[in-house]
Nanobody, 111 residues
Framework: QVQLVESGGGLVQAGGSLRLSCDSS????????MAWFRQGPGEQRELVAS???????NYADSVKGRFAVARTPNGYTVFLFMNNLKPEDTGVYFC?????WGQGTQVTVSS
């Protein structure tokens, strides 16, 4: 079964940047749509960005202009580039594809 693993989270000051990775055990990202979600403390999981197999990208209004999603040509990894981070971006970030989820990676933005 395909496995998804997120990495790249950490503690960063407001205005800083992070790059998250979602690594798949198979090169599914050339064939399947995927998405990044996040869940802040005491909040529901929300969609952050999505990437279709046709390379169409969509972003939540709260991250437009600051976040970017991109996949590697071999289809094994999708990145979430996060710039100008804000404290409200704090949360656990998950990637999902084929109704599968990774374990999440923690992002903490200090003010």
């Amino acid at each position: 079964q395909v496995q998804l693993v997120e990495s790249g989270g950490g503690l960063v000051q407001a205005g800083g940047s992070l790059r998250l990775s979602c690594d798949s055990s198979e090169n599914i990202f050339r064939r399947d749509d995927m998405a990044w979600f996040r869940q802040g403390p005491g909040e529901q999981r929300e969609l952050v960005a999505s990437l279709t197999s046709g390379n169409r990208k969509n972003y939540a209004d709260s991250v437009k202009g600051r976040f970017a999603v991109a996949r590697t040509p071999n289809g094994y990894t999708v990145f979430l580039f996060m710039n100008n981070l804000k404290p409200e971006d704090t949360g656990v970030y998950f990637c999902t594809a084929r109704e599968l989820w990774g374990q999440g990676t923690q992002v903490t933005v200090s003010s």
